[in-house]
């Protein structure tokens, strides 16, 4: 029963569409969305709020915040560029959210659009006027800084031009880090994969089982961590002597460096992308989920997982006592027990 709730869980932080309906895109969607011959990247703008918040720290936070929107706009549409390769020779323009609405008064449908956004749990209301007395998910405008009464992770937004922001067709999970290249090319590389995947008419019930045996892709390839993503405890020396085949240490400009050059002659990469999912708890609505993976960096074929089965159990069990839910799930820094579970998932 763990097992499967682990492997679940994964797919749906590696995988999913985290909606309240549906893990995968609709075959109706996703014949729609190969149609498309247009795609257009949502350009940032910074927050007068958030400004205004981090003017009042410091004008240094205030200025880190305006260069990560800049890097961000620099970095999306060339991710986009190299990374999905869904629409063939689609063309990728970047709009501001004003031009981008000046198009769908157009009527033009060739497009699909892709935004930056986080995602949150609504919690659910008791009232005979509301729409919903469980938590809902949603996304909204790209957070700044983790705020523990509203959790939220970065994420990215498909919709198509004729639909609201509000109403995507697939949402895909990055890291918990405000969006870097690195997070922007990995989410689209295992968005890809799903894409990929289901046009070639495979379920997601297939995609989970065949997850289960992907980690016999991992023999032989370099393990490829970064030295900005492991835990402080870390220790290089005892990972090699867990991990059956070599290791590679990098931080995080070689890293980058390597996916720019999309060059992974024979490598795999471990990540820890993140999520929110709704609780029992109506005070504790939602909780962040950490899983520690292991990825094909040159087609985003999701490979292993670390276990955090128990942890989830606990969590959800922890949810239905009131004011006992937990907030934060799983591992946020890749540990020297993850690199365990990655070389047992070899032998399984």
Known sequence: ??????????????????????????????????????????????????????ARKSSAEADAYRQAIKQLNQDFPEAVRQFWTVNGDATIEQRTEKELARIRKRNDRNYIVMDCQSLHVKPGVRSRYARSRYAQTYTASLAWESDTNNLSVPVINMSFIESDLAYPFYIQNMSERFPAFMDLAVGLRLATYVFSEQIDGKSSTILQNEMKHNA????????????????????????????????????????????????????????????????????????????????????????????????????????LIPNMGKKIVGFKKIRNEDIVNFAKSMKE
């Not at 932080?13 to 498309?36: H, N």
């Open 1 to 54: 029963m763990k097992g499967n709730l682990s492997a679940l869980l994964s797919l749906s932080l590696l995988l999913s569409v985290i909606t309240t309906s549906a893990q995968f895109v609709k075959m109706k969607d996703l014949e729609k969305m190969r149609k498309r011959t247009k795609i257009i990247v949502v350009k940032e703008k910074p927050d007068k709020k958030i400004l205004k918040q981090l």
């Open 216 to 319: 016999i892709f991992m023999k032989g390839k370099t393990l490829i961590l970064c030295s900005d993503w492991l835990d402080e405890a870390f220790s290089l020396n005892k990972a090699k002597s867990d991990y059956p085949f070599p290791i590679r240490l990098v931080n995080g400009d070689e890293l980058e460096g390597l996916f720019r050059k999309d060059s992974f002659d024979s490598t795999v990469l471990a990540y820890v992308p993140a999520g929110v999912f709704s609780t029992f708890d109506r005070k504790t609505p939602s909780m962040e989920v950490h899983v520690p993976v292991v990825v094909d960096p040159d087609n985003g074929m999701p490979l292993c997982h670390s276990d955090i089965s128990d942890e989830m159990f606990q969590a959800w069990g922890y949810s």
